[in-house]
């Protein structure tokens, strides 16, 4: 989420950015692959996330919403969509957890709203993604 936060703030997702946050914030060495796998595949698939994001927020703009809420749902949505082996629960959870750690009050109910109907789209199968992968 902070890779993502850097680079929403740095309206920059080039690989140059996501290079200097790992210099300057040093993520540890055990996480890297499934970090880079997350990020790379939150911004190849940025444009397709926002608009679901917003089709399921109910009057938000995503440029409305704070930089941390977004990046959290863009994060867990990558995760429904795109990653077959992290349980949907496990990815909402997640999200809801960071949301009120580092969000404000409202981020946890929020988070949730959203993420819960878009999982409950995808279950329903009025969202695919034909790509679904496992790397």
């Known amino acids: 989420m902070q890779a993502l936060f850097y680079m929403d703030n740095c ?4 690989e140059e950015v996501l290079k200097s946050f790992c210099i300057n914030f040093n993520p540890a060495e ?3 692959p499934f970090f880079h ?3 790379k595949g939150v911004v190849s698939e940025g444009n397709e996330i ?15 919403m704070s930089c941390v ?12 969509l ?18 009120k750690k580092y969000g404000t009050e409202e981020s ?11 999982r409950d789209a995808i279950e329903k199968e009025t969202i695919k993604i034909t790509d679904k992968t496992v790397d």
């Open 30 to 32: 055990d996480i890297l």
């Open 82 to 99: 795109w990653c077959a082996d992290i349980p949907s629960k496990v990815s909402i959870n997640e999200a809801i957890d960071i949301g």
């Open 50 to 64: 926002d608009s679901i994001i917003e089709k399921f927020s109910s009057n938000w703009k995503i440029s409305r």
């Open 108 to 118: 946890g109910p929020f988070i949730n709203g959203i993420l819960d109907s878009i």
């Open 37 to 39: 796998r997350l990020v």
């Open 11 to 14: 309206h920059d997702n080039s």
């Open 69 to 80: 809420d977004r990046n959290i749902m863009r994060i867990a949505i990558y995760e429904l």
